[in-house]
Structure formats: C-alpha cells, structure tokens
C-alpha cells in the first residue's frame, strides 16, 4: 500500500468526532507549534517541504505565507477556500465529511503561523451537511481548549467560523471568494493588489485550498524534510485525486505523487481499470478547466515515458501533447462517449458560471457554447471548427480572471486531440445524433504519435 | 423594492432573528453586509424562496441599501426568486455526472413529475432543476434537495421513483 499523510485513518470508526480523532494522534501539530515554535518557523517548515497549493494553480504555499504583509495594527486573515465546484473534484467535501478535524488541525496550525486571529472556512453553499459537520466539530475544537482565548496556554487567540457561498462556481477564484465574503457578488478583483497586500476587509489575507491546509498537519508532525521526501522532484508529497466518470471504482483516492497514469487507471488499489469491460478514450486529468487528452497521451507523453501523476509530468508536452495536475479532478471517457457533446457540456457549464465581467469571457463562453451546441446537434459547418478555435484565442489571456483561460482550453484541446470527430458531426449530422464516432483513431490500438501532433 | 404590485411588509420571527443577530458576531464591527449569504439562507429555509419583500427587510436589519441585497440574490444560483415545489430536486447536468447517465435521470424525472425544469407540479410539492457540478462526480449521478441539501447518489430510474414516492408520502 502507497503512504498516506492525509487519509491514513480514514477508516478509523468515529474519526469525525474529536476525541476517536485526538485518540488517533490528532492536534499533536497544533501542541508541536504553538508550544515549541515560533510563526516564522511554521512558515520555513512549509517552504521546506515543497507544498503546491492544491486548488488548482500549484503555487509553493510557503511561499504565499512569506509574501503576506504584516503592517502594525492590522488584522490578517486565512481564508480556506471550500468552494470546491470545478467539474470533476470532489476531495475537499469528501475530506470535510470524514475527518473534518484534520482539516480544523491544519486551520489552527497555518492561522497560528501567519498571525491571524480570525480564520474563515468559505464553503460552498450547497454543502451544508458539510458544513454543519464542521461547525460542530469547532465546536468541539474550541471545548478542548485547541481554539478560543490562549490556545493551549500558548497565549494565542484564534476564532474559526464557517461561511456559506451561495452557489456560483466563480467564488472558487480567490478575489471573488473575497468579495463573496465581504457578503457582495462573487466579480474578481483587478490584481495587484493582491490578497497578501489588501484582501478580505482590505486587510493582508491568505486564501488557500482545503487540501492545503490539511497537508500542514502532516508537514509540521514529520518535518518539512519528511513531506518532501514523498512524492517526486518538484511535486513533493500526496495528492487526493479525485476519480469520476467510466471507471470500476470512482472515488478519492490519496497517492503519492509520481504514481504512474497507467497504474492509477488500472491498478485494482486504485480505479481498477474502465467499467463495463469499456476501452478508454480520452482523460481529463486535472478539472474540467485543463486540456483533454486521448488515451495514448494520457498514459504515455509524446516522448513515450511513462506519464505520471505529478505537476510536471502530466504537464509535459505543454499544451500541444500534455496537461496539467489541476485540482486533480481525474475524469475518464470509456470508448462509447462523445467529445463533441463533453465539450458542449463544458462551454454551457462556463458560459453558466462567467461572471459577466469581461466581454471575452461573458460574449466568448457564449459563442462557444451555441456553435458547440450547434454542431452536436447536426447543425455545424466546417467552418464552425476554426470558428471556435479563433473564440477560444481570441478569449485566452484576455480576461480579469482565468476562469476565461478555463473556458478556452477544453475547447482548444477537444478540437487539436479530436479534430476528425468534429468534423465528423458536419459530415454525417444524422448518424452523429444516433451513434458515437468510436475511438479507433484514438486508443487501443494507439495512433501513431505524429498523427496526434500532426493535426495542429 | 422590485414589485410594486402587491408588495407586503412582512416580520421575520424572533426565532430567526435571534440567529442572525449570532451570524453577524463572526465578521468584524461594521462589516454586518458579510452576513448577507448566511441570512439569506436562513430566509429561503423559512420561506421556501427569496421575496422581494424579504429583501428588503434583509437589508433593513443589516442597514444596506436594499439594491445590495437584489444584486446578491439574483447573482447566486442557490436563491429562488419565486416560489418552487416544496422540494426541489436539483439534478447535477455536468460534463463527469453525464458520462454515467444524468441525462436519463433527469429526462425521467421530467417524465414522472410530468412538469418541465423550472415548474411546479399541481399539487404544489414538487420542482425540479438541472444544476452544475455539485461535487459529488464519483458518485454519480446525483442530486439534492434543499433546505438542508440532503444528497442522494449513484441515481437510477428506480432510486428516483422511490425517493418521490416517499416524499410524496411523508407529511
Ligand atoms: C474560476 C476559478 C475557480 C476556482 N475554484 C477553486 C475552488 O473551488 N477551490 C480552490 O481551492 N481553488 C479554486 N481556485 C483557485 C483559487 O483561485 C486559489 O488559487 C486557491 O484557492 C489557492 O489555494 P492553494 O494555493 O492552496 O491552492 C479557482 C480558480 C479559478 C480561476
Ligand atoms: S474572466 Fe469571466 S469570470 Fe473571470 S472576471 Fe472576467 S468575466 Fe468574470
Ligand atoms: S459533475 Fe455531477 S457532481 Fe460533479
């Protein structure tokens, strides 16, 4: 069995509650940092270990925290961002439901080291079993003594409260999470400033990932030098890959970064390979904002390595041949799916979550998403397949926020991966509403790699 | 005020009250305007939807403008700015739930309520919505239903007969 840091006792009965979580070793990283470490400590432990931000971006975490301004007089706030709605992630509420603590332990922990003494968990509105399982379980923090007045005689302060979000993808960006915090519509801020200068109530803020957090706890119990061992070169540690779509068992999954893509489709510790004997067709490995790949791309890069489960690997390639980690939202396409419908699906999905904001992104989502609709339903032009190439360029770098670039790039890889199934839907509109294109260009036997990068 | 026609004060409870006064303890003096998403889920647990008139006596006891309370409500999908079925089955329609069949789910759906997305059956208990990822993509399909988001997973036709039929049941 691959190491856990994060779910290792998952299955414990009782672990949501405090004392089977305390009987486990939990809030051993809480005693360990308020009572022998300084803040500055805290943060130079997580620098050391290689932490990536794990909402998406991939951002060194201890970096983050020393960016944060520390002006006399002012309050600075964490902000832990549980809004968790890229299609195809699903770890932070699985995290939540089942050992909550863990995810309170790492709050104390990363509010102690950046000088907050007020923390918000914003968790997305629709979650409120979630969020009534974490209320309860401060409550039960703040009884024990671990938060509230003089944390464990250490003198420290720290009030943790829960805010529900209302239902919108976008508050997932972190300056529209403030602003929805501050209780108005969730449209991204013009950076700079950024939120470690002037964030929530203009005061220096940190807003990170569930998953973030929670990996604290482990770093501070093991040391910085014993989180970076796991994991491989630049992505160190575990990550909670979230598995959906045509597989034998969907599910979270915690792995050490570097697992192979292949092992991790297949493997019975892990996915256990497509359901209903299926072939695979194409992955989305990071959430629903990062590059499809077919099937041959996604188990091996164009250099034919072994791909891996790691930032760099699944990056490699860039966007011509590879992808990226993302949110770790693993999405598998089994041979009798249609690309063209998925990437309709999508665009209707961002078109649906744009803020409004910018007229690339509000004007481009929709264009996209009736020219997409329009050749799913054997309506398309040939021309229709540039047509979206040149929205999706022309949306691509042009926007407040990258919700823009997350529109862009399903649909820009859709068509470089899948160009011929497109074209197919013009070709043959009847036969596109009754059938799937099927996947022998694809997967299985695998195309010739030229054949894939040929097409750009 | 965004109906002129029959636009009644109403009075929110003390029991409500009470709970917003506690929510607005948790965000700094001055900045009460940050308890608007927590009390406009208070309301629309209360109410079923989000009136006009509820607005405004949201903005009322958080001394905001009453436009600061419509551009919220209206900005996030979760508030119903009309009445609904008292339960509203929200059926996720993304991209991950689709590869496993929540097109047919909420197609049955249609079928069995016998009303499309957005109205209410006769009988007033029931509405339905296609909805975006509410990740829970590994349990596909799914939905909830409010005011308390109940979740029900890995849907089928018979699952989702059965979960009608006892609601239609329970009192
Ligand atoms: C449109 C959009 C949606 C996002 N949604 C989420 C989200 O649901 N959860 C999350 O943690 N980060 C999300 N992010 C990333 C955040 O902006 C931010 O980078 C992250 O919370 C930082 O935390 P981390 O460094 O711990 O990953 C989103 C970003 C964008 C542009
Ligand atoms: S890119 Fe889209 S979502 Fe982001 S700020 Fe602009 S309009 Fe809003
Ligand atoms: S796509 Fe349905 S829950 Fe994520």
Known sequence: ?456 | MLSVTEHKEIEFSSELVKQFDEIVTRYPQGKQKSALLPVLHLVQAEYGWVSPEAMDKVADYLQIKPIEVYEVATFYTMFFLRPQGKYVLEVCRTGPCCLVGAEKIMAHIEKTLGVKEGEITQDGMFSWRGVECLAACGMAPVLQIGPEYTFYENLTEESVDKLIETLRNKL
């Open chain 1, 1 to 456: 069995m691959a190491r856990k840091l994060l779910l290792e006792n998952i299955n414990v009965p009782g672990i949501h509650s405090f004392d089977v979580y305390r009987q486990n070793g939990g809030y051993r990283s809480v005693e360990k940092a308020l009572k022998t470490m300084t803040p500055e400590a805290v943060v130079e432990e997580v620098k050391t270990s290689g932490l990536r931000g794990r909402g998406g971006a991939g951002f060194p975490t201890g970096m983050k925290w020393s960016f944060l301004a520390k002006p006399e007089g002012r309050e600075r706030y964490l902000v832990c961002n549980a809004d968790e709605s890229e299609p195809g992630t699903f770890k932070d509420r699985y995290l939540m439901t089942h050992i909550p603590h863990l995810l309170i332990e790492g709050m104390i922990v990363a509010s102690f080291a950046l000088g907050a003494k007020t923390s918000y968990i914003y968790v997305r509105g629709e979650m409120m079993p979630q969020i009534r399982i974490l209320e309860r379980a401060i409550a039960e923090a703040k009884n024990a003594g671990f938060l509230g007045k003089n944390i464990l005689g250490s003198g420290y302060d720290l009030e943790l409260y829960v805010h529900p979000g209302g239902g919108a993808y976008i508050c997932g960006e972190e300056t529209a999470l403030i602003e929805s915090l501050e209780g108005k519509r969730g449209n991204p801020r013009i950076k700079p400033p950024f939120p470690a200068i002037s964030g929530v109530w203009a005061c220096p803020t940190v807003v990170n990932n569930v998953e973030t957090i929670a990996a604290v706890v482990p770093i501070i119990n093991d040391g910085g030098e014993g989180y970076a061992q796991v994991g491989i070169g630049r992505s160190t540690g575990t990550k909670l890959i979230s598995a959906s779509g045509n597989l034998n068992k969907p599910g979270v999954y915690e792995i050490e970064l570097g697992l192979p893509v292949e092992e991790f489709i297949y493997s019975d510790e892990y996915c256990g390979g497509i359901a209903n004997g299926k072939k695979l067709k194409a992955v989305v490995a990071g959430g629903s904002s990062v590059p499809i790949l077919p099937a041959n791309l996604i188990l091996n890069t164009i250099n034919g390595q072994p791909r891996l489960m790691s930032y760099e690997s699944l990056a490699d390639g860039g966007f011509q041949t590879g992808s990226m980690l993302g949110s770790g939202g693993f999405i598998a396409f089994d041979e009798d799916q249609c690309i063209v419908r998925n990437t309709w699906n999508f665009s209707r999905f961002y078109h649906h979550e744009s803020c409004g904001q910018c007229s690339p992104c509000r004007e481009g989502t929709g264009w996209m998403e009736k020219v997409l609709h329009r050749l799913e339903y054997g309506h398309g032009k040939m021309s229709d397949i540039d047509l979206l190439v040149d929205v999706s360029k022309k949306i691509e770098g042009n926007t407040i926020c990258p919700l823009g670039d997350a529109a862009a790039w399903p649909v820009a890889s859709a068509i470089r991966h899948f160009r011929d199934e497109f074209e197919w839907h013009v070709t043959h509109p009847k036969e596109a509403l009754e059938r799937n294109y099927g996947i022998a260009n694809y997967a299985n036997p695998l195309p010739k790699f030229e054949e894939v990068v040929g097409q750009n």
